[in-house]
């Protein structure tokens, strides 16, 4: 017994295991309380092993996004370290359409700042202004969050392995120009039904959004990969996520980048 085939698990296991919870909408329980020996890098290969399936239906890569960069993430999830995982053209929600209740399990919303990338970006070693010189627009969006285990509750491991809750995603209607905008003092206000939820800036997001953008460059730098322009890469809720119940209604409202407001199917 080793640590990668511990009780059967391997990185291909665990991949598939999330993937039909996915398709099948069936949450499940904490693969790591299953599988202590699910380590961080294997984490990482189920989910390029999970990325590799859905490219092989189809799907493309439309960019990147961050989880768990703020504090109020963190404290609701438990977990006090970030990490990236894959976004892909199934995943692209447009504006105005209500979100796809018959693909997702238990749908949170959380607001985000987001960049388009001009120029690739590979870490290792890359800065925050770097990280920034790279990204040429900026926009708001709101990330419906989705995890594939019962009441949310995982690991940073499990989180990672299961693409850190992809469901959809929606971006903004501004676009601005990176220099354009003090991203620190963005502010994002997220309300339900009319209701203020909570309120934060983009220093929520590890001090300033580039260094979210920062960590991703050198996270799957340390894997190879380099991130390409034209990519979106959400840096991670700015507030702790808000259930999205069927009729209500989300609103993310920025101070310069809009408003996006998404319906609950
Ligand atoms: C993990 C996904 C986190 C974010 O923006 O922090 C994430 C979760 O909270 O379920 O997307
Ligand atoms: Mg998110």
């Not at 990185?11 to 039909?20: E, H």
């Amino acid at each position: 017994m080793t640590d990668t085939t511990y009780d059967g698990w391997t990185a291909a296991r665990v991949a598939a295991s999330l993937l039909t919870s996915e398709r099948t909408r069936t949450a499940r329980t904490s693969i790591q309380a299953e599988w202590p020996g699910l380590t961080l890098d294997i984490a990482y290969a189920a989910q390029d092993i999970a990325l590799a399936d859905r490219r092989s239906r189809g799907e493309t890569i439309t960019g990147i996004k961050l989880g768990l960069t703020s504090r109020a993430k963190q404290k609701q999830m438990g977990v006090d370290e970030p990490s990236v995982a894959w976004l892909t053209d199934a995943m692209a929600l447009p504006a105005g359409l209500p979100i796809l209740r018959d693909r997702l399990i238990h749908p949170r919303a959380e607001p985000e700042i987001a960049f388009i990338l001009g120029r690739p970006l590979t870490g290792p070693g890359v800065t925050a202004a770097q990280a920034l010189s790279a990204a040429e627009y900026v926009t708001g969006a709101i990330e419906i969050i989705d995890s594939r285990y019962s009441g949310f509750k995982f690991t940073l491991a499990d989180a990672v392995a299961d693409n850190n809750s992809s469901g959809v995603y929606i971006t903004g209607p501004v676009l601005r120009r990176v220099d354009e905008v003090d991203l620190s003092l963005e502010a994002c206000l997220l309300e339900v039904d009319g209701d203020i939820h909570d309120t934060a800036t983009g220093s929520a997001v590890l001090g300033h959004p580039a260094e979210a953008l920062a960590f991703a460059a050198n996270t799957f730098g340390a894997r190879g990969i380099t991130l390409e322009a034209g990519w979106v890469v959400l840096t991670g809720g700015m507030t702790d996520a808000v259930a999205v119940d069927p009729g209500s209604r989300v609103g993310a409202h920025f101070t310069s980048l809009g408003s996006i407001t998404v319906a609950g199917g």
